[in-house]
């Protein structure tokens, strides 16, 4: 099966900008874009009664879908999902397979984190899978070559989706600076950063650098060390505990996808 990148559109800004960003990844990546358009007609949907969501017609779906796709410069295939978006999602990559979901990050800056209810957990929720969350704020002009892996010193598995992640950074030809987040907390005998390494990068991933950050808060230490002058996206593993829980904007995933100011690559870890 042909490599393909799923992106999740709305039509709106941030879902314009995400389009942009994947086409950037599609080319090196030699892989098609599987545009979902999902209309939210459920009636589970939360924010089915609030004025939030855009209630275009069928006909105009379709013309707008044709619109993008005849910009694009890549291959491409446009689907319309029904309800939930996170059970949509889900539907697609199991049909397509793709090495990534893309989606945009509106802009949430006037919304305390509690009462932000995002796409991506939905998503990660009903389908854990290789996501990219694009900001709405960023303009791309190509594919990411400076990546930012954060780890907290615990190995990880990447299961299923080890073989398409080391593939994509293969094709992108990216440097990877790796920046250990220590906790306060942690206790002194916490396994070094160069002990962690071998375990957790056992897929022979081109890391360039190491960093260390220690005595502060992980998700704040994530965000000050992913500067668009020195990166140009981050990535985090992402365990399960991460992303299931009912607090979710008290998670280190959560408050970095929430306000980094670069894309964010989440890996789901076994």
Known sequence: MATSLLLLTDFFQAAGRA???ATNLA???????????VRRDSVLDPEM????????????????LQSVTRQLRVPVVAEVGHGRVAFA?????????????????????????????????????AAPYPMLVVPHSVESSGPPRRLLLALDGEAFDLGQHAGPVRELLSA????????????????TDEPSLEAALPASLGLDWPVTDTRVVSGTDPAEGILQAAR???????????????????????????????????????????
């Open 19 to 21: 389009l942009a960003y």
């Open 27 to 37: 080319e090196p990546l030699q892989a098609r874009l599987v545009l979902l358009h």
């Open 49 to 64: 009664f609030s004025g939030q969501l855009s209630n275009l017609s069928r006909e105009a779906i379709t013309l707008a």
């Open 89 to 125: 999602v889900a539907d697609a990559v199991s049909r397509h397979q793709p090495a990534l979901v893309v989606l945009g990050r509106p802009d949430y800056s006037a919304t305390p984190d509690e009462l932000v209810q995002t796409t991506s957990l939905d998503i990660l929720r």
């Open 172 to 187: 992108l030809q990216a440097q990877i600076t790796v920046v250990h987040i220590r906790r306060p907390e942690a206790a």
């Open 228 to 270: 668009p002058t020195d990166y140009d996206a981050v990535m985090l593993i992402a365990r399960r505990r991460s992303f299931l829980g009912n607090l979710f904007h008290r998670s280190v995933t959560a408050r970095v996808l929430l306000h980094s100011e670069l894309p964010v690559l989440v890996l789901p870890a076994q």
